[in-house]
């Protein structure tokens, strides 16, 4: 079983960067489709961006295009890096795991069970 520690939040000004990492331990990141998500204040927790079979990457629309996911398979290490941050990104940020398995001839990824404990990303306007 995977478990995650995210780490890299803070404060920033609008239009400016931060990168989160999530440490994997216990398993490695190559038995499970990884990804982020995030909640803001009083809102449901929404997907940022997956990784999932083959490589296959989905974003957000509200973060195309500023938001990067990359993956560090040797350090079982995780990263998103955010650029041009808008105030409406304000959230908890959590790294999340579903464990891949195989079904009907085809590798699937199952429910994103697994989650650390978040860190926490402000922007102001």
């Known amino acids: 079983q995977v478990h995650l520690v995210e780490s890299g939040g803070g404060s920033v000004q609008a239009g400016g960067s931060l990168t989160l990492s999530c440490a994997a331990s216990?398993?490695?990141?190559?038995?499970?489709?990884v990804g982020w998500f995030r909640q803001a204040p009083g809102k449901e927790r929404e997907g940022v961006v997956r990784?999932?079979?083959?490589?296959?990457?989905t974003y957000a629309d509200a973060v195309k295009g500023r938001f990067t996911i990359s993956q560090d398979n040797t350090n079982n290490k995780l990263y998103l890096h955010m650029n041009s941050l808008k105030p409406e990104d304000t959230a908890m940020y959590y790294c999340?795991?579903?464990?891949?398995?195989?079904?009907?001839?085809?590798?699937?990824?199952?429910?994103?069970?697994?989650g650390g404990q978040g860190t926490q990303v402000t922007v102001s306007s």
């Open positions: 216990g398993d490695t990141y190559s038995s499970y489709c």
């Open positions: 999340v795991a579903a464990q891949k398995y195989y079904t009907y001839g085809l590798w699937r990824c199952g429910a994103y069970n697994y």
């Open positions: 990784i999932e079979i083959g490589g296959t990457t």
